[in-house]
């Protein structure tokens, strides 16, 4: 229950195309979904990040989008750019008691000229 | 401001043998945590320490793995005796609140154990 499933595991954009990547999750008691994005040789960045008492939230060119009742969140990465091509994790996590950032199994994206 | 520092980069042992990661947190971050990314996965935590005390280490081997941050600091993650299955990138994140989505990586150590 305390899985995070992400799809797909590998993406190809073109340069200006929009760029989206899917999260599903179980456990309602999550309440806090970070986006992590990864360039080879790096750890994680936060990249965006969303609580579930909003539906979008919206920094620059990254929107998160969230569906509270079918337990879904998606990344949008409108007019993608070559510097996007890295891995971007979807993670979740329950505020108090101690709980861990469960993270999704990643995306890998890749951006063409 | 300076990030999480990590030593070593790269590390290639031999099966059985120990080995050492060290890591520095950003200066004030009460909270430090050690992951484990393995090739195509996300990180999966390890221990997670609050100053220097242990939060969470219900997902590490303790057979085979320990850590330690001693004066609230710097922390060591150790292996010893190491397996094949443990070739992996590990992490080390530090965060000033008790936010987990709001932690700051290092770049990672790579280990490869032959």
């Known amino acids: 229950q305390q899985q995070v499933k992400q799809s797909p595991q590998s993406l190809i954009v073109q340069k200006g195309g929009i760029s989206i990547i899917n999260c599903a999750y179980e456990?309602?008691?999550?309440?806090?979904f970070p986006w992590y994005q990864q360039f080879p040789g790096k750890g994680p960045a936060l990249l965006i990040a969303?609580?579930?008492?909003?539906s979008e939230k919206k920094e620059g060119r990254f929107t998160i989008s969230f569906n509270k009742s079918a337990k879904q969140f998606s990344l949008h990465i409108m007019d993608s750019q070559p510097g996007d091509s890295a891995t971007y994790f979807c993670?979740?996590?329950?505020?108090?008691?101690?709980?861990?950032?469960?993270f999704g199994t990643g995306t890998q994206l890749k951006v063409e000229l | 401001e300076a990030g999480v520092a990590q030593s070593p980069r790269y590390k290639i042992i031999e099966k059985r043998q120990s080995v050492a990661f060290w890591c520095n947190p950003i200066?004030?971050?009460?909270?430090l945590y050690w992951y484990q990314q393995i090739l195509g996965q996300g990180p999966k935590l390890l221990i997670q320490?609050?100053?220097?005390?242990?939060?969470?280490d219900s997902q590490l081997p303790k057979d085979r793995f320990s850590a330690e941050r001693l004066k609230g600091v710097d922390s060591t993650l150790k292996i010893q005796p190491a397996k094949l299955e443990d070739s992996a990138v590990y992490l080390c994140?530090?965060?000033?609140?008790?936010?987990?989505?709001?932690?700051?990586f290092g770049p990672g150590t790579r280990l490869t154990v032959l």
């Open positions: 994140a530090s965060t000033l609140r008790s936010i987990p989505g709001e932690q700051f």
């Open positions: 456990n309602t008691a999550f309440d806090y």
């Open positions: 969303i609580r579930p008492d909003v």
């Open positions: 993670a979740a996590f329950i505020t108090g008691g101690g709980n861990k950032l469960t």
């Open positions: 200066s004030g971050h009460a909270t």
């Open positions: 320490f609050q100053n220097n005390g242990v939060v969470d």
